[in-house]
């Protein structure tokens, strides 16, 4: 899967997005040990469940409301493919559109924290890489 945010995104709402796709997993793997470690010292675990709840839920329903209007506007692609059997072609070439159009985001965001290639080039190829994944999410929901 990869989803490429707007080329317009401003700094703030990409550091949102990030930390909303990262929340629910460290939320969920902090969570369980904080009330493993919770009951550990004695709290009953309803009680820590309740607490855990009180104080993780707040943050994750702030950071969903105020990354909604990023999370809506980025294009998220993915393929398919079957773990059995052999690959069809068209899976194949959607892969390897995937994977090209990641290598190419990867490498311009290298280039350009090396000062190979400029900002302006950098936001030319993002914009560039989200149209092309549009145009891929649009043909593949046919």
Do not use: K, N
């Amino acid at each position: 899967m990869l989803a490429v945010y707007p080329p317009d995104s401003t700094d703030e709402e990409l550091r949102l997005a990030e930390a909303h796709r990262w929340y629910t997993p460290l939320s969920l793997g902090g969570g369980v040990v904080a009330w493993v470690v919770l009951c550990a010292v004695g709290i009953s675990p309803l009680l820590a469940a309740a607490l855990l709840l009180a104080a993780l839920l707040p943050i994750g329903i702030a950071l969903s409301r105020r990354s909604r209007d990023i999370r809506h506007r980025t294009v998220t692609v993915s393929a398919c493919r079957a773990g059995l059997g052999e690959d069809t072609e068209a899976e194949r070439a959607q892969q390897l559109r995937l994977d090209s159009l990641a290598e190419a985001l990867g490498d311009a965001a290298l280039a350009c924290r090396q000062g190979v290639i400029d900002r302006d080039r950098f936001d030319r190829i993002w914009a560039a890489a989200y149209a092309q994944a549009a145009a891929i999410a649009a043909t593949s929901a046919r």
